[in-house]
């Protein structure tokens, strides 16, 4: 039979073994707390749950029965002083009557050291329990932490994807409108024609000089031709006629220059034309020496009007190498 001695080593021994593998289950626990991202998180805390419950049910068994072997150890060393109690007066009867073994004080003494030797490890064993306990609330704690942490990153990853399914919704909306803006863009040749067309149509300018000679007078007013073309970009100016046309609506901007002799009877001067009416007038009249009137405006055009320069009736003008006699015109904006 067993020694409570022996007994007692025996649960120390086993309580020892349950810290161990209470401390596994925390090492579990820390692992567990570290893998949140796996899908059996759940199912790992519950089981260290039902782990550690089990463990303090264990505990509180042990505990009543340390506290069952510590009354009985109280009640068997107050036996164990009334025995020696008895034995001191029967040691004294014994004097006479010679009825005891006269090793039973040895024993005695040795089951009293035993004793002191058992409370001492059943304090200790306690002081281990109250340890565990704590050691099991704080994992418990740390699960409930664990648990909720794993809410909430789920609650992050459901946010998430609901941000990803937006995002590609909005991505797929884009999509179909860059699309719809394709075809809508998509030009047919005729049309990248007409649009070249229209961009060469903006690029208007001119400038022409009338040549030597003397031109006048006449009685009636004339066009004069500039047949001397500078410029003629747009090709809007016609050399043999001396007439601009507009090739766009748009705002058009005309100078003219002139140069003649002084003369009693006939002067120098010219109408600028628009279509058929004069807008501005260039005039000048001297009996000597030379003349240089010169004007000009900014018009509004229709595609199809026309520009050009007339001389005044009974007028000279004169031109030679150095272009003193010029029109010239181009286009500002359209409209």
């Not at 199809?304 to 904006?333: C, M, Q």
Request: proline content about 3%.
């Amino acid at each position: 039979m067993k020694t409570p001695g022996a007994v007692l080593l025996l649960l120390w021994w086993g309580l020892l073994v349950v810290a161990a593998e209470s401390g596994g289950v925390q090492y579990e626990g820390a692992a567990s707390t570290q893998q949140t991202c796996q899908p059996d998180i759940h199912t790992v805390l519950r089981e260290m749950s039902a782990l550690l419950a089990e463990q303090r049910v264990e505990l509180r068994a042990t505990k009543t029965q340390l506290e069952a072997m510590e009354k009985k150890a109280e009640s068997t060393e107050t036996r164990l002083r009334a025995t020696e109690s008895g034995g001191v007066q029967h040691e004294g009867a014994a004097s006479t009557q010679q009825t005891c073994k006269p090793d039973i004080y040895s024993m005695l003494t040795e089951m009293s050291a035993l004793l002191a030797e058992q409370r001492v490890e059943l304090r200790a064993t306690k002081t281990q329990l109250e340890a565990m306990e704590k050691k099991a609330e704080s994992t418990e704690t740390r699960l409930r932490a664990s648990e909720k942490t794993v809410e909430e990153q789920r609650a992050v990853i459901r946010e998430l994807k609901d941000k990803q399914v937006e995002q590609a919704a909005a991505l797929r909306a884009q999509a179909a409108a860059l699309r719809a803006v394709g075809d809508s863009v998509t030009l047919t040749g005729s049309q990248v024609e007409d649009l070249r067309r229209d961009r060469e149509g903006r690029k208007v300018s001119f400038s022409a000089t009338l040549g030597d000679g003397y031109f006048g007078p006449f009685t009636v007013s004339t066009t004069l031709v500039f047949g001397n073309v500078i410029t003629n970009i747009g090709s809007a100016y016609n050399p043999n006629t001396g007439v601009f046309t507009a090739p766009v609506r748009g705002v058009y901007h005309f100078v003219f220059f002139l140069l003649g002799d002084g003369h009693a009877s006939n002067p120098t001067g010219a109408w600028l034309y628009k279509n058929d009416k004069y807008t501005v007038m260039a005039y000048s009249k001297q009996e000597s020496q030379y003349v240089k009137p010169s004007n000009g405006a900014s018009l509004v055009l229709e595609a199809g009007d026309v520009v050009y320069i007339k001389l005044y009736p009974n007028a000279w003008v004169r031109d030679n190498e150095n272009g003193h006699t010029a029109f010239s015109g181009h286009l500002l904006f359209t409209m």
